[in-house]
């Protein structure tokens, strides 16, 4: 699979992107508003080209991967600093490749669904009777929008490392330095307690990492004394796995990666800071926040826990199936409680990334592919809602549910888009998301019944979250203050209608995103078999694992 | 001539007290003639050497020129010691002659790569602390230090132009201290080197130019803690020499090692000698001095002290405790690990409460200290080499990060206290940007020097089984980063406020100091290799005895 360095090329366009935009010169500023609106206008379109081209060569990447081929492809080694031999070493396997994916449609969708979030023009005017109410309250921001979306494709070229990496210590590079980016679009640009949230947001992150760290050297001086690699650690992935841990050391050194990817995820009770980052954060950082960044950490769990430490990850899984089902439970009733419509939608993703965990911790085939799958669904559907929450806003100028009702009659695009990307959450049949959470429950299910039954529970509580906030929105009498809003413009759809085709392509057709996953999912599920005979069943479920890990 | 004569004399004077000292432990028969080995002590020699000449320049250069001559002779002589380092590391495995080290000036100068290491890079701190030293746009320095504030000898002083032009000269000296401390290779010798360091700092850090009284009282606090330290280091020099009956390190170990009487000599003496170098990093409980200081100084003298004086102490405290003490780890490792502790957990959370900016950077530094000191107690090559690394890269952080303060001024002089601070990153963009780069260094983000110093660290010490250690050191990371990123979120997410400060436009040595400082903390981010390679290089055959 050497050859041409396809993973590189999609990881350096965006950074490439990021540079040429921060070089384009700025304006005095007392130069006239046109001029600077062209100039930022321009900023806006590199943004825009330099995603797509990634999109592009990200296309080129999926559709030159060989399912059934070499586990890892695409794979690029080069030694990176001797010193502690770290090297930059890429590769994709079925996994990383529809995240990856999932990152790269993201990107173009956010950027112009959040072509004004920086420069604090609203998306649609406000009504001639309304800007006081509307100004008041969405600060202007007077940071610089390219800055902005320099930003966001650095942002995007460390999102693409993070899941290209198979070098551990290039991973919790990537891993750390996207907060910087993240920090920044959150407290500059965001809106309310911004300050907060952002410091919240770095801080937690870097309490996780660090523990994170420890683990991570200590690995590297097992690896050293264990002689795989001479005398020498190493921090290759494919040379890790080969490292034979103590049963004991593998619990705390699961415990120390397992709580930085649980901080991520976010998985209850480590959840606190999202709502607050998701709510401060303008939209479209909050869909690469919750869409992207928080898939890390389930990723991180799948890819270095299990396959790191296989048994430190069997003795922790009652823990975590126990923590995944509180989140999925706790996320839903929160989120049914909330009035802001950000938070809301944050609350649900801490129930969305309960059922992610779970799938991936109750070790089944079905369970994991499904968990995988569920993660590139999320994103879609959650990104989706996200946006077309942030078009209300930017409309209205509140995220108070109270606010607003009777939309659907002055916007029915806004409104049904809406509605479909909601159904979504609350996985209707049809739409991709019901393939990802029937396949994490029928998984949990085969291997543990009551957490599976408590966790369909979930599914009710999402109709509920779902159904009503639809309702308080957009169905009802149209209120005052909704009565001139605007439908979508087309730039607006034009960002959200591709992820609810995908949403519902994907529902209808899922096969060829599993058959990317599943090859994938084996090789890692080999990885924790091997070390550790599975557990034996009860008689009765015996075939339907069976049958998800025969190879 | 001259000026290279009375080092020369300096050291020789310094040796024949290791002489009195070897004559009454060796057979007289063991003592070679004296010899000076001026090739390989040349670098030091020639920054004593510019900093007396440095004080003729002053008695003799009239004042118009006085300025120029004095930053072309300070400028000149460390860019030479640096160049004469690099010749002498080139050259040391001919002087080493296959032994693992080499000794110098009577074995009263180890010359040794972890040293010439260190001082490559305090003569390379130096130059770039010089540079913001002899910055007179705005001078920070009193144009009088004699004139009572506000006088009106004072005033005239000022409207004269007149300006104290011994700062080269006595900053020289500094150099020249610093650079023997680390080599010294018996303890008089060091006592000597710390006294030629730290006198000419006391003096400096006494000359800003406002809030002089605030100055003042950090020269008087530094001179009288300083002495009592250096008081305390005399003291253990006295015991460890009534034990082993010798100031050499090499001698101590191996009496250490052969005589089992006396044990409370010998722990006294390491107790305090280890406290006279702990009061000169500034470890915990030793730290008192440090933020006032720190504030008081003129900053361009508070990057000198925060970057090489750090360096310089920390090599001392390598040899004394690698050299003398290495076959008694298992006696000072539990007491190190406290002060270890303390230091980085009191450094962090001292540091949230302050709102100077100096006074936050001085508590930093404690905590830094005490990240180093984790790959101290890890007593291996990889603790050693690391702990280079990390005063390397720390080191020129920290330059550019007082050279960046430098540049933020209130109309009574540097804007100081953290809240004129805010919305800076609004205002002047670059500044606070590149100031945010050197705060995330500093906290350890990835892709910056400060993470690869940390991971260096804290991957000897869980190497050496100091797990627990790492993990206080991560939290305190933690602690650490809250403040850190405090100041960035003043800078970038709060509004400016009215009539806050003005960002002056650097002048050519301040710019490159800043540069020298971004292009440090990027470059050793991202490639750390070759420094890495280098600090392994000279770490891999541990101090000469």
Excluded at chain 1, 110 to 128: C, F, M, N, R, T
Excluded at chain 2, 151 to 165: F, K, R, V
Excluded at chain 2, 496 to 508: E, N, R
Aim: charge should be positive.
């Amino acid at each position: 699979m050497n050859g041409f360095p396809w993973l590189t090329v999609a990881g350096a366009l965006p950074l490439l992107g990021a540079i040429v935009i921060a070089l384009v010169p700025g304006l005095p500023a007392d130069s006239a508003e046109t001029d600077r609106r062209a100039r930022n206008a321009l900023a806006k379109y590199l943004a825009l080209g330099f995603s797509l081209l990634t999109l592009v060569a990200v296309i080129i990447i999926a559709v030159k991967f060989e399912v059934g081929g070499p586990n890892f492809q695409f794979t690029e080694n080069y030694s990176w600093i001797p010193a502690f031999g770290v090297h930059y070493a890429l590769g994709v396997d079925g996994i990383a490749l529809v995240l990856i994916a999932m990152t790269a449609v993201l990107m173009p969708v956010v950027i112009l669904a959040s072509w004004y979030d920086a420069d604090g023009v609203l998306g649609a005017p406000p009504a001639p009777d309304l800007p006081a109410a509307a100004s008041a309250a969405t600060p202007r921001p007077r940071h610089s929008v390219k800055t902005y979306f320099a930003l966001m494709m650095t942002l995007e070229t460390m999102m693409i490392g993070v899941f290209a990496a198979t070098d551990v210590f290039l991973f919790y590079v990537f891993f750390e330095a996207m907060l910087i980016p993240m920090y920044f679009m959150i407290g500059s640009y965001g809106t309310g307690k911004r300050q907060y949230a952002a410091v919240k947001f770095l801080l937690y992150s870097l309490l996780g990492g660090l523990l994170m760290l420890v683990a991570i050297i200590a690995l590297y001086v097992y690896s050293a004394r264990s002689g795989v690699t001479g005398h020498h650690g190493t921090f290759l992935f494919s040379q890790l796995i080969h490292v034979p841990l103590s049963p004991a050391v593998q619990k705390w050194l699961f415990l120390g990666f397992f709580i930085a990817f649980a901080i991520k995820a976010p998985l209850w009770p480590f959840h606190t800071w999202l709502p607050d980052a998701a709510a401060a954060a303008p939209p479209g950082a909050a869909v690469l926040l919750v869409g992207v960044l928080d898939k890390v950490g389930t990723f991180g769990m799948l890819r270095y826990c299990f396959e790191l430490f296989p048994s430190g990850a069997k003795y922790f899984t009652p823990l975590v199936i126990t923590l995944a089902v509180i989140g999925i439970i706790y996320g839903a009733i929160v989120a049914i409680g909330q009035q802001s419509m950000k938070r809301l939608i944050a609350y649900t993703s801490v129930s969305h990334f309960g059922f992610i965990a779970l799938g991936i911790f109750v070790m089944t085939t079905q369970g994991v592919s499904g968990a995988t799958f569920y993660m590139v669904n999320h994103g879609f559907a959650t990104g989706a809602l996200f946006l077309l929450a942030g078009f209300l806003i930017a409309r209205r100028g509140t995220d108070r549910i109270a606010d607003y009702g009777g939309v659907q009659k002055v916007a029915p695009l806004l409104a049904g888009l809406f509605l479909i990307s909601g159904l979504a959450m609350l996985s209707l049949p049809g739409l991709s998301t019901f393939v990802s959470e029937f396949l994490v429950l029928l998984g949990t299910f085969s291997r543990y019944k009551l957490p599976a039954i408590i966790a369909t529970a979930g599914i009710i509580l999402a109709a509920i979250y779902v159904l009503w906030m639809y309702q308080r929105t957009m169905n009802g009498p149209v209120r005052e203050q909704v009565a001139g809003m605007k439908d979508l413009r087309p730039r607006e759809l034009l960002a959200v209608v591709p992820l609810v085709v995908l949403l519902i392509g994907a529902g209808v057709y899922p096969q060829p995103v599993l058959d990317i996953i599943n090859p994938a999912v084996k090789v890692t599920m080999a990885q924790v078999h091997t070390t550790d005979p599975k557990p034996a069943h009860p008689a009765g479920n015996t075939t339907v694992a069976q049958k998800g890990t025969a190879p | 001539m001259i000026g290279v004569l009375a080092p020369a004399a300096h050291a020789a004077l310094a040796s024949s007290a290791a002489h009195a000292a070897l004559a009454a432990a060796a057979p007289a028969g063991a003592i070679k003639a004296p010899s000076i080995e001026y090739g390989q002590l040349s670098p030091m020699l020639v920054v004593f050497g510019a900093a007396v000449a440095g004080v003729l320049v002053e008695a003799f250069a009239p004042r118009q020129v006085r300025r120029a001559v004095h930053l072309v002779l300070a400028l000149g002589s460390l860019a030479a010691a640096f160049v004469l380092t690099i010749v002498v590391a080139a050259m040391h495995s001919l002087y080493a002659n296959g032994s693992p080290g080499h000794v110098a000036a009577m074995g009263a100068v180890a010359v040794d790569r972890p040293t010439l290491f260190i001082q490559g890079t305090v003569v390379v701190l130096a130059f770039v602390s010089v540079l913001l030293i002899g910055d007179t746009s705005n001078s920070p320095f009193a144009a009088q230090a004699a004139a009572t504030p506000g006088s009106p000898e004072e005033q005239e002083s000022l409207a004269a132009g007149i300006m104290h032009t011994e700062i080269f000269p006595l900053t020289l000296f500094a150099v020249g201290g610093m650079m023997l401390f680390p080599a010294s290779n018996d303890l008089l010798t060091m006592f000597v080197a710390l006294e030629v360091l730290s006198l000419p700092l006391y003096l400096l850090c006494g000359l800003a130019r406002r809030r002089r009284l605030v100055s003042h009282e950090a020269a008087v606090k530094y001179f009288l803690l300083g002495s009592f330290s250096s008081a305390l280091f005399l003291f253990g020099i006295a015991m460890l020499y009534g034990f082993s009956g010798s100031v050499r390190l090499s001698a101590i170990a191996a009496a250490a090692t052969s005589n089992t009487s006396n044990a409370t000599l010998l722990f006294t003496g390491i107790a305090l000698t280890g406290v006279g170098l702990l009061f000169k990093i500034g470890a915990v409980p030793f730290q008192g001095w440090k933020p006032d200081v720190y504030q008081g100084a003129p900053t361009p003298v508070t990057a000198l002290m925060a970057s090489c004086t750090v360096v310089s102490a920390f090599g001392a405290l390598l040899r004394v405790f690698y050299v003398a003490f290495g076959n008694l780890t298992w006696d000072w490792r539990p007491a190190m690990w406290v002060v270890a502790v303390l230091t980085m957990v009191a450094g962090a959370v001292i540091a949230v409460t302050q709102t100077d900016v100096k006074r936050l950077l001085a508590y930093s530094s404690i905590a830094h200290a005490g990240f180093v000191l984790t790959a101290v107690i890890a007593v291996s090559p990889a603790g050693l080499s690391s702990s280079l690394f990390y005063l390397a890269s720390y080191g020129f952080t920290t330059v550019g990060a007082f050279a960046v303060i430098t540049l933020v001024r209130d109309p009574g002089g540097e804007a100081g206290h953290l809240s004129r601070w805010a919305g800076l990153g609004r205002r002047s963009p670059l500044v606070a940007g590149i100031f945010a780069l050197f705060l995330l260094a500093f906290a350890g983000i990835p892709l910056t020097s400060g993470f690869t110093g940390k991971f260096a660290v804290f991957q000897a010490a869980i190497a050496s089984g100091e797990t627990a250690l790492v993990i206080v050191g991560v939290l305190s990371s933690a602690i650490a980063a809250f403040f850190y990123v405090r100041v960035i979120v003043l800078m970038f997410f709060s509004d400016p406020i009215p009539d806050g400060p003005v960002v002056v436009v650097p002048s050519i040595f301040t710019g490159t100091a800043v540069g020298f400082g971004v292009v440090a903390t990027l470059v050793l981010g991202i490639v750390p290799q070759p420094v890495l390679s280098l600090a392994s290089h000279a770490a891999n055959q541990l101090f000469v005895g």
